[in-house]
């Protein structure tokens, strides 16, 4: 499994972005799909999800209102559009599969068992 991201770069406080991540390989259909996220010196931040039981899309509450998780399965592709953009956002940012047994716990960290090797978010 190789999940590869893009999409990351530098942004204004205010603005928008969005990152792609491009999943191959086999993918276990129950497998949830989320974005993570570390900024320096702090642990990786479940961001938002995707979860596989039911399709609902959960967030950090940091970000509900700004960010919204979707994918296309035909391409094997999850995206995460970035609106509102804040300094506190910026982060490397993480896409990650891996499967969740309840939707509550659809962004905790250790869950996910690939990960990509991260995209930076820079907001200034």
């Known amino acids: 499994v190789q999940l590869v991201e893009s999409g990351g770069g530098s942004v204004q406080a205010g603005g928008s972005a969005r990152l792609t991540c491009v999943g191959s390989g086999y993918i276990n259909r129950r497998y949830s799909r989320g974005w993570l996220r570390q900024a320096p010196g702090k642990e990786h931040e479940g961001v938002a999800a995707?979860?596989?039981?039911?399709?609902?899309?959960h967030y950090a509450d940091s970000v509900k209102g700004r960010f919204a998780v979707s994918q296309d399965n035909a391409k094997n592709t999850v995206y995460l559009q970035m609106n509102g953009l804040k300094p506190e956002d910026t982060a490397m940012y993480y896409c990650?599969?891996?499967?969740?047994?309840?939707?509550?716990?659809?962004?905790?960290?250790?869950?996910?068992?690939?990960w990509g090797q991260g995209t930076q978010v820079t907001v200034s």
């Open positions: 995707i979860y596989t039981g039911d399709g609902s899309t």
């Open positions: 990650a599969a891996g499967f969740t047994p309840t939707k509550t716990s659809v962004l905790a960290a250790e869950n996910f068992l690939y």
